[in-house]
């Protein structure tokens, strides 16, 4: 049970989707979002990149997606893709890399409540990030 | 440059003051921040500028040219006008002869809270050569 005084309201949630041509790690995460490691406000990243790791639920290579003109794939629970996030994954595909699936929580800190309500989509020839809400 | 949390005029909700040493646009920001132009984080960084240098309240030009006839010290005027606390005006009016802009801001990010809030917009904000 959580006992929270002053405002109160309701917990978000939000799902997220990495196209990655190669393995994810900090330098490259900090990259692909646009900013430098030794930035003067790089912690707000770290809290982001941290949130990210912790909140990848399903990791897969692309080869192991199976049928991708199936009209639901399974990433440890069913997600219906648009078409949009179809024909990337399998540009992707033809390139190898993996897929990765997770949640964002407003529960847990400032930080991944702010990146949780937020949305966007971050993109360049390694990962692509698709943070935004509800879309795909 | 200094910033005080206070509680904004009729809204329960805290805020901040920005006694600015200097004006910045927006690519030193993003200088500063050592982040890239069109990318996610440089889109964050853009909302915080706009968001306090577009549509902020200059209060220290504000009092100069509509107010200090009616309220006659900057302290007075705070206080009167904007509710802040006797121990807050004076604060604020002590350092405003060397601030060439005070800005009544209302984060809107989330992260903005707090003292984590002020340090970060410290780093941001204070001028070149400052550690």
Request: proline residues 2%.
């Amino acid at each position: 049970m959580k006992i929270r005084s002053g405002f109160v309201t309701n917990s978000s949630s939000t799902s997220f989707l990495i196209i990655a041509k190669e393995e994810l790690d900090r330098e490259k995460f900090f990259d692909l979002m646009g900013i430098a490691p030794d930035s003067p406000i790089s912690d707000l990243f770290d809290a982001f990149y941290g949130a990210v790791i912790r909140g990848v639920s399903f990791q897969a290579s692309l080869d192991d997606l199976g049928d991708l003109d199936d009209p639901e794939i399974s990433f440890g629970r069913h997600a219906a893709l648009s078409d949009y996030m179809l024909t990337k994954i399998k540009e992707a595909r033809e390139s190898g890399g993996q897929i990765l699936y997770g949640t964002l929580s407003s529960e847990e800190d400032t930080f991944e409540a702010f990146f949780c309500t937020d949305s966007f989509e971050a993109e360049n020839e390694h990962f692509y990030f698709n943070g935004l809400n509800c879309v795909w | 440059m200094e910033i005080f949390p206070v509680t904004l005029e009729y809204e329960w909700e805290q805020g901040l003051i920005l006694c600015l040493d200097e004006f910045v646009d927006e690519d030193e920001l993003l200088r500063r921040a050592n982040v890239k132009k069109g990318t996610y984080a440089a889109g964050i960084l853009s909302k915080i500028y706009r968001n306090i240098f577009v549509h902020s309240v200059d209060i220290k030009y504000e009092f100069e040219k509509y107010y200090r006839l009616e309220y006659k010290t900057f302290d007075r005027y705070l206080e009167r006008r904007l509710f802040l606390t006797a121990e807050e005006s004076a604060s604020i009016a002590a350092v405003s002869d060397k601030s060439v802009a005070i800005l009544r801001y209302k984060p809107h990010q989330s992260f903005l809270s707090d003292e984590y809030g002020i340090d970060f917009l410290q780093r941001l904000l204070m001028p070149k050569g400052d550690t």
